[in-house]
């Protein structure tokens, strides 16, 4: 499966998942990570809970432009 099928998958079932839901609360829009996290690099503990700040710090950029 390429990343674009599965961007594609994902797109597909937001807009199921949306056509169920009331204006406010839609998703309006979204990002893939280029990778999975991972605990060597930080992105999650050991027991694979998310590290935000570390999440926040890395993906600072892709982060911005859905608010733009």
């Known amino acids: 499966l390429s990343s674009a099928d599965f961007a594609e998958q ?3 079932h937001v807009e199921s998942v949306n056509a169920h839901l009331n204006e406010w609360e839609k998703v ?4 893939l990570s280029p990778s999975p996290f991972r605990i060597e690099t930080g992105e999650i503990t050991p027991t694979l809970k998310v590290r935000r ?13 859905l608010y733009r």
């Open 10 to 12: 994902i797109k597909a």
């Open 28 to 31: 309006r829009r979204w990002t």
């Open 53 to 65: 700040a570390e999440v926040l710090r890395r993906f600072q950029a892709d982060l911005d432009a």
